[in-house]
């Protein structure tokens, strides 16, 4: 991003003798300043990572590295630890290499720059360069299409981003760019993370893992029961290719959203851990994070772990790091990652309340993501944020949840609210410090009641007809 001072990803693309590419993946060695057991070490331990919130960063190092002797500055010698991958022509990898080195960047680019140059734009950029981020995006596609053919899911963010005036002050929110440059740098990166889980756990140097367990069965079965009330259809026992297929399926149609939703929150959360458990999202036996030490303490010790191969040292790695120890740092780094996305996203949707406490009474489109006994909980796209139509919102009428159709039923008018409808809304009221936003049916989703002297009067003698049939059942 344009904001950004720690670079500790750096890469390269060359060919080989016989024609094939040889993508350089190449990681700021954090390590190298880094001295296990150092106070350093001990506070980025503590710390567990950096913390991105709007408008500040949290650093887990201190700015002298994270931004300067460990950062990838273009023009600038660093030390850096580098995974040489050589590719086929139908991207799958060859062989791999490992090396301690020293690269000079020659060019920071940001996401929106990239985007620009492949879309025929050189942006000013030397012709070597702009070559090479061509030559890069068919290597990435090609390492995608693989990768998703294994079952790597790939689900949609829809994420947005603040935008602030030059004072800082938030003055509207845009959707998070998702250009192609994201997943060329995010498909070179897992490739590198790979190799490394790989290589260590060939030579049985342990080290900490990133684990994403397969859901539980009967999440995915109760996955499969709330789809097909959105009518998308699902197995009972789907497998990662059945639901990538439902993701392929219902992308940019109205349910795309609740969908994406509801199959994030079935899977696990990914963790930190020396278990030998793979990724199940990215279709992974073996995987580790690596490329991002200066931010993550996890990097750091898959740093530690591949120097003591490359130096011969893994004995004093297997010494260092007992299964036992890395299970401990992993729960603590794993919650620290937790809280810091919680703060994260907490501190935004606060400033975006904020913003939208300007506009109480304007009208919104959206859609209801889940349901309760309290009420529909609703994801304004334009915003990004959830809020809620309380029951007694949503008209004169007794609403009852359904849980197993998920929907709100209003039991006099047979009104319904269901999963994954779309709705326009009012904004009612917005308390930025409690993180509440509630919200109303722009229109009536009931009609009202007669007002009372307005009824229509009942026919004469029907009381008296009522009063005889009574009786004669009583009798």
Known sequence: PPDAKDFDDAVSLTRDREGQWVLGVHIADVS???AEGSALDRAARERGNSVYLPGKTLPMLPEMLSNDLCSLQPGQRRY???????????AHVRSVRFANTIIKSKARLTYLQADQVLHGDPAGLPKDVVALLHDME?????IEDRRRRAGMLQLDAFANELVKDEAGQVIGVQPEDTSYPHTIIEMFMVEANVAVATLLDRYCIPFMRRIHPEPDSKALYRLSQTLRLLGVTLSRKPQRADIQAVLNQIRGTKVALPVNLLVLRTLERA???PASVGHYALAASKYCH???PIRRYADLIVHRALQGHLTGGADRIRRLYAFPDLAEIGEH????ERVAEEAEQELKTILILHLLHRRVGQELEGVVVSLSGHGAAVHLPEYGVEGLIPREALGPDRWQFDEQNQCLLGRHTGAIVRLGQTMRVRIVDVRPAGGQLDLAPAVGLVMKPPEHGKQQAPRRGSSAK???SRKKRTT
Do not use: M, N, P, Q
Request: glycine letters at 4%.
């Open 466 to 468: 009522r009063r005889r």
């Open 80 to 90: 850096t630890k580098s995974v040489f991958l050589t590719y086929s022509k139908d």
């Open 333 to 336: 780094i794993s919650e620290t």
């Open 271 to 273: 963790t930190y851990s």
């Open 290 to 292: 690596f490329t991002s």
């Open 32 to 34: 190298h300043f880094v």
């Open 138 to 142: 068919s290597l990435a596609r090609g």
